[in-house]
């Protein structure tokens, strides 16, 4: 089984920077693309950035240029620096993990979740 816990999500002003963590526990080793998803109220939840094991990284269009997905060398904890953030960035952020061959957009790929955290861009 794999447990994943997201932190550092808060409120944080147009154009500021948050740096969310996600901690992997459990059996990893099954785990070949680590993700982070969003989710807004109202919306469907979607693929923010994605790192495979290899070390390949994919992002949305939307976050390209501010946001930087990156883990640990034991690859036990897996990050996302969000910088420049904008108001339309405001969603819950999710952690997500999978044994897949390769980064899938649809969030029905990814058997391993966390609790999510709130990530809130307003001045």
């Known amino acids: 089984q794999v447990q994943l816990v997201e932190s550092g999500g808060g409120l944080v002003q147009p154009g500021g920077s948050l740096r969310l963590s996600c901690a992997a526990s459990?059996?990893?080793?099954?785990?070949?693309?680590m993700g982070w998803y969003r989710q807004a109220p109202g919306k469907e939840r979607e693929l923010v950035a994605a790192?495979?094991?290899?070390?390949?990284?994919n992002y949305a269009d939307f976050v390209k240029g501010r946001f930087t997905i990156s883990t640990d060398n034991a690859r036990l904890t897996v990050y996302l620096q969000m910088n420049s953030l904008k108001p339309e960035d405001t969603a819950v952020y999710y952690c997500?993990?999978?044994?897949?061959?390769?980064?899938?957009?649809?969030?029905?790929?990814?058997?391993?979740w966390g609790q999510g955290t709130q990530v809130t861009v307003s001045s």
């Open positions: 790192l495979t094991k290899g070390g390949n990284t």
């Open positions: 997500a993990g999978g044994p897949l061959s390769r980064v899938r957009n649809s969030p029905d790929f990814y058997g391993y």
């Open positions: 459990g059996t990893i080793v099954r785990i070949n693309v």
